[in-house]
């Protein structure tokens, strides 16, 4: 085993500059990572939202859901599946008014 000494002053500023290096890295790894996100194909997003694949489609086509494709293979985010879910279950909460229907 071999023995190196330093002066305190050296070690010191090396502490220093390692102590800096170490935020700077913290620092790049926080703005450059990003957060892992869900994806979900149709068949896990129809039972979910209870549509046929053909509503998936239409949905699709016109916009209100936005997708990936890789290959042949369709993928949706979590949070646009939930976005769905929560605008149904807010219309869903409004009164609905009953209108009576008598036949003549």
């Known amino acids: 085993m071999e023995v190196v ?19 700077r890295i913290e620092s ?6 990003q957060k ?3 994806w979900l ?6 039972p979910l939202l ?9 949905y699709r086509s016109s ?7 890789i290959g042949s293979k369709i993928y ?4 646009d599946i939930e976005k769905i879910i929560s605008n149904c279950e807010i219309k869903n909460q409004s009164p609905k008014q ?3 229907y008598e036949k003549n």
């Open 5 to 23: 000494t330093i002066e305190k002053r050296t070690f010191l500023y090396v502490c220093e500059r390692f102590t800096e290096f170490a935020k």
């Open 28 to 33: 790049l790894y926080s703005t450059h990572t």
């Open 98 to 100: 009953i209108t009576s």
């Open 41 to 46: 194909d149709s068949q896990e997003v129809c």
């Open 36 to 38: 892992v996100e869900n």
């Open 76 to 79: 949706y985010k979590s949070a």
């Open 63 to 69: 916009g209100r859901l936005a997708y990936s494709q």
């Open 50 to 58: 209870g549509f046929s694949k053909r509503t998936l489609q239409y």
